[in-house]
């Protein structure tokens, strides 16, 4: 990418508290992501090409339960594992 900066860039960015050019540029380009992105799920929205969050929110956490709950088991059976290995470590077999 591109940019042209004008003769007082510099000013601008020591103005707005950064130590370099560079940095201000860097600020400006985030913000401009920030800023289309932002846009991008307005226009989503009004298109209807946007989900409810609620509805989002229930239909993740249904499809992510049977994971948290196998995920819970592993760490169950892990620590009953380690539990019931203690005596062994300590004792160094």
Same mark, same amino acid.
Do not use: P, W
């Given at each position: ?45 009004? $298109? ?26 592993? $760490?169950?059976?892990? $620590?009953?594992?380690?539990?019931? $290995? ?8």
């Amino acid at each position: 990418m591109q940019i042209t900066l004008s003769e007082d860039t510099e000013i601008q960015s020591l103005a707005a508290g950064f130590a370099s050019v560079e940095q201000y540029v860097h600020s400006l380009v985030l913000r401009d992501r920030e800023r289309i992105a932002i846009e991008e799920g307005i226009a989503a929205m009004k $298109n209807g090409r946007a989900q409810d969050f609620d509805e989002f929110d229930l239909e993740f956490r249904q499809k992510t339960a049977a994971t948290n709950k196998t995920v819970v088991q592993v $760490n169950q059976a892990c $620590n009953r594992f380690a539990e019931a $290995n203690a005596g062994a470590v300590s004792r160094g077999t």
